[in-house]
């Protein structure tokens, strides 16, 4: 598959040993794309789909806390075997390092990593392979729209006005670099207090209205629930530890709408 962007054309590499490549960006940090990302990774196994989670964040791995993964990967030498936890295998550079160490690493270090998780990583019959993008529009972002062939991109944000300036960001690059954009999804969108009121503590709409501006879907609401961000501290993710709490039913829908679309 060829991408042209701005003249020059870009040969497009599948992931090898999976059907499918699904990123979730935002292009701005503190949304929660990286709980999104390990929730809707569990929400498609739990439908029955063999799943993969790249966690392709260099400079702020999530993935060793919220699947709390100590080990380092194997390697036969050519490629490195993936970390295989609550059935879904697992990337990241944080595997690869101490928890507290900085990357302190320039453009191209970055660019040479990924690739090595794109094609060096020994990913095994997988349905889909999730990839937790970094914050920003830099390096991690091109190298994939550019070089790796992606099936598509999920929006992650927060619906107030400063998230929101980075994610229009965000939907332009995808465009102009020939990415699908699934849909947008709004995280926190609100909180459900105990005289049964919604708080919208970060604004309101703001997300289904960047779609509706964008022309792209709107797939949904997360509400805020502190059992989320619980259970992902103790590494054993919502969708995972508790599936029939109301926050895993709304990752299971979603979950279905994309089987939906790459059956």
Same mark, same amino acid.
């Given at each position: 598959m060829n991408n042209k962007t701005g003249g020059k054309t870009f040969e497009k590499n599948p992931i090898q040993g999976t059907k499918y490549t699904i990123a979730i960006s935002s292009a701005k940090g503190g949304v929660g794309k990286s709980?999104?990302?390990?929730?809707i990774a569990l929400a498609l196994k739990k439908i029955g789909c063999?799943?993969?989670?790249? !966690?392709a964040d260099v400079y702020g791995p999530s993935?060793?806390?919220?699947? /709390? +993964?100590?080990?380092?990967? &194997?390697? !036969?030498?050519?490629?490195?075997?993936?970390?295989?936890?609550? !059935?879904?295998?697992?990337? /990241? +550079?944080?595997?690869?390092?101490?928890?507290?160490?900085p990357m302190i690493w320039r453009g191209p270090m970055v660019t040479s990593a990924i690739?090595?998780?794109?094609?060096?990583?020994?990913?095994?019959?997988? $349905?889909? +392979?999730? @990839? $937790?993008?970094?914050?920003?529009?830099? !390096?991690?972002q091109l190298t994939f729209s550019q070089e790796i062939k992606m099936d598509g991109v999920i929006i992650v944000s927060t619906p107030q006005e400063l998230a929101l300036q980075d994610v229009k960001r965000g939907i332009k690059m995808f465009d102009k670099l020939g990415v699908k954009i699934i849909g947008l999804i709004d995280n926190m969108s609100h909180f459900l207090g105990d005289d049964g009121k919604k708080y919208? +503590?970060?604004?309101? $709409?703001? @997300? &289904?209205?960047?779609?509706? &501006?964008?022309?792209? $879907?709107?797939l949904g609401e997360i509400p805020i629930n502190p059992e989320v961000g619980k259970q992902g501290d103790l590494g054993m993710p919502i969708v995972e530890s508790n599936p029939d709490h109301e926050i895993s039913k709304i990752y299971l829908n979603f979950a279905k709408k994309i089987k939906s679309l790459y059956p």
């Open positions: 709980t999104f990302a390990t929730n063999k799943v993969g989670l790249l !966690d993935l060793p806390k919220l699947f /709390s +993964i100590n080990g380092k990967p &194997e390697s !036969d030498g050519k490629t490195l075997i993936p970390i295989n936890k609550y !059935d879904i295998q697992c990337m /990241s +550079i944080g595997f690869l390092t101490e928890e507290q160490t690739k090595t998780f794109a094609q060096k990583v020994a990913w095994k019959n997988l $349905d889909f +392979i999730i @990839v $937790d993008m970094p914050p920003g529009t830099g !390096d991690t919208s +503590i970060f604004g309101k $709409d703001g @997300v &289904e209205r960047t779609a509706k &501006e964008f022309n792209k $879907d709107f």
